[in-house]
Every structure is written in C-alpha cells, then in structure tokens.
C-alpha cells in the first residue's frame, strides 16, 4: 500500500486484558513512531524505532507497555493488563531516516481507537 | 523540559480572511518545524514543513519561521470552510514534540 496501515482500527477490551496493536510503515521508510492521542488532547510519543538501532524508548508511560519491530518492517505496540486510562487513539508514522529524529515530515496512520471497559 | 506551545482556540476566521496560527518552542537547538492539519477523528497529515529562517510558500499556505524569536507560524490565506480543523506544530530537535494543536473554525 501507498500509506502506513494500522491494525485493528477500533478496539474494544476489558480492563486486566492484553491487546497488540499492529503498524505497517511506508515501504522504504526506516523511522518508526508511535504516539498516544487521548480524546481532546495532543500527541503523545511513545517510542521511536531507526532502522537497527537501538529504539528510543522514553515515551513509554510504564512497564506494561512494549513495542518490537523487526528491521525496517511491521511494528507491533503491546499493552499488558490494560486500564481504563490507556483508552486512547494509538497512532504510527514513518519517516525518511535523516537524524535521530528524522528531521524528516512523518507520514500516519489512521490509528487504533482503543476502549477500555 | 522542552515544550511546545500553541494557543488552544478555537481561532474563528471569516471565509475569505487570512488565518494566522502560531506555535512557540522552547528548544533553540531545534532545527525541523512542521504544521499537520487533523480533522476531528482522523490522523494528522503533513501540510507544511520549514528548516530555516523566513518564509515558505506552498498555495494558500506560508510557513514562517523565526529562530532568534523561537517561533513558527502558519498563515491561510482565502480561509475555505474546508480549512476548519486543528492545527499541530511539530518541532524536532534532540527529540519530537508536538504541540497541543489549535482548533480553526472558519465561518462561511
């Protein structure tokens, strides 16, 4: 596909469950992003992925939350034991490698609505 | 702590006036300044991007930045309808940050 694909695009949990939230970057696009968006509210960054290097994890509000990427492919964002205030839109985006950050435009998602019950 | 600040709004605006929107940044070592357009209940998308001092013009839209000052700031000119959203300004420097984003309502 021409853009980045997230999936699911609506997910709905029960509090204490797990969920895995899926991101297909741009092909060719060796940056990835994840970023949080609460109802009403900016992004948030979670963690960042460059090529082989190690990720940059400082966005990640706790333990419960990890994120895998093998090489410059698919990305999956993991919460454990889910609670209510992790209800949120998660997105991905991709970028252009240039920099630690890229220096590059992010292209996103449409993004996973997450609902905790 | 390195911020990014953007009034809130809603910014109203006649159709047909310039909108000026305006983002404040706290890093000086930032170096890529962004403007993403999000409509309510969709992703951001990339309308603008600028790296160095001035202005920058792409159709309706001028990005203008003023490192000495540490601001961006994005102008509309002939404001459509179809301009209302939230504006975010993204500034990368050692790091990404987003602002909060500023909601325009432009008035038919």
């Known amino acids: 596909g021409a853009g980045v694909s997230q999936s699911p695009s609506n997910k709905v949990t029960e509090k204490g469950k797990d969920v895995e939230l899926r991101c297909d970057p741009i092909s060719g696009h060796t940056a990835l992003y994840w970023y949080r968006q609460r109802l009403g509210q900016g992004l948030e960054f979670l963690i960042y992925?460059?090529?082989?290097?190690?990720?940059?994890k400082s966005g990640l509000p706790s333990d419960r939350f990890s994120a895998e990427r093998t090489g410059e492919s698919v990305s999956t964002l993991t919460i454990q034991r889910t609670q209510q205030e992790d209800s949120a839109v998660y997105l991905c985006?991709?970028?252009?490698?240039?920099?630690?950050?890229?220096?590059?435009?992010?292209?996103f998602g449409d993004g996973t609505r997450l609902s905790i019950l | 702590q390195k911020e990014v600040e953007q009034n809130s709004g809603p910014l109203s605006v006649p159709e047909g006036a310039i909108a000026s929107l305006n983002c404040t940044y706290s890093d000086r070592g930032s170096q890529s300044f962004f403007w993403y357009r999000q409509y309510s209940g969709k992703s951001p998308e990339l309308i603008m991007s600028?790296?160095?001092?001035g202005d920058k013009e792409d159709g309706r839209f001028t990005a203008q930045l003023n490192k000495a000052s540490q601001y961006v700031s994005l102008l509309i000119r002939d404001s459509q309808p179809s301009d209302s959203a939230t504006y975010l300004c993204?500034?990368?420097?050692?790091?990404?940050?987003f602002g909060k984003g500023t909601r325009l309502h432009i008035l038919p």
């Open positions: 985006a991709s970028s252009l490698r240039s920099g630690r950050f890229g220096g590059q435009p992010q292209h």
């Open positions: 600028i790296y160095s001092n």
């Open positions: 992925f460059q090529g082989n290097s190690a990720p940059d």
């Open positions: 993204a500034v990368i420097g050692d790091k990404i940050i």
